[in-house]
Antibody, heavy 117, light 112 residues
Framework: AVQLVESGGGLVQPKESLKISCAAS????????MYWVRQAPGKGLEWVAR??????????YYADSVKGRFTISRDDSKSMVYLQMDNLKTEDTAMYYC????????WGQGVMVTVSS | DVVMTQTPVSLSVAIGQPASISCKSS???????????LNWLLQRPGQSPKRLIY???KLDSGIPDRFSGSGSETDFTLKISRVEADDLGVYYC?????????FGAGTKLELK
């Protein structure tokens, strides 16, 4: 069965950094585009970032709200995708979901990131 | 950015009755490949989202055929032919054609 398991969330102060991870299994990870999507408490869903596959040069794309502060990366040898979040703001507080493509096929259970002083 | 306008915001439906949700995009969702990357997701209370439909009308494995998706270009619809108790939650449309990918604001389906 397909599994996406996020980890690494927690409470951080504004301007600090945090790296969250997603462990994938049950599908051919190296062939799948990977995404991060977030959901602020009580709000809707917001796409955050995407990373393509090796044949597509691991191209990355970001929402304007996180561009220059967040970095998505992947390690195909470990079936892992990461989101490095720098210069965090209070408005980054959200549940962060890892999803696998090409059409947002599978979703993890999410990891909570809280940015507060 | 492509704006996804989803209506209604909430829907109260009795068991066994049909339901319909509309999603309109501010520009065509037909990609350069000719495919239309429009998905429908369901987020049940306390759970992560789950995809129901992709490429406008393709049902995911395990999704009952009570669900159907239709539409083209900028106008899309999710229909449930007979609502069941397990269908309650928030439905989102999601476009994957243009960057940034964008979601509708959601439609909360409640049971009457």
């Amino acid at each position: 069965a397909v599994q996406l398991v996020e980890s690494g969330g927690g409470l951080v102060q504004p301007k600090e950094s945090l790296k969250i991870s997603c462990a994938a299994s049950g599908f051919t990870f190296s062939n799948a585009a990977m995404y991060w999507v977030r959901q602020a408490p009580g709000k809707g869903l917001e796409w955050v970032a995407r990373i393509r596959t090796k044949p597509n040069n691991y191209a990355t794309y970001y929402a304007d709200s996180v561009k220059g502060r967040f970095t998505i990366s992947r390690d195909d040898s470990k079936s892992m995708v990461y989101l490095q979040m720098d210069n965090l703001k209070t408005e980054d507080t959200a549940m962060y979901y890892c999803t696998a493509g090409p059409y947002f096929d599978y979703w993890g259970q999410g990891v909570m990131v809280t940015v507060s002083s | 950015d492509v704006v996804m306008t989803q209506t209604p915001v909430s829907l109260s439906v009795a068991i066994g009755q049909p339901a319909s949700i509309s999603c309109k995009s501010s520009q065509s969702l037909v990609g350069t490949s000719g495919k239309t990357y429009l998905n429908w997701l369901l987020q049940r209370p306390g759970q992560s989202p789950k995809r129901l439909i992709y490429l406008v009308s393709k049902l995911d494995s395990g999704i009952p055929d009570r669900f159907s998706g239709s539409g083209s270009e900028t106008d899309f619809t999710l229909k449930i032919s007979r609502v069941e108790a397990d269908d309650l939650g928030v439905y989102y449309c999601l476009q994957g054609t243009h960057f940034p990918h964008t979601f509708g604001a959601g439609t909360k389906l409640e049971l009457k």
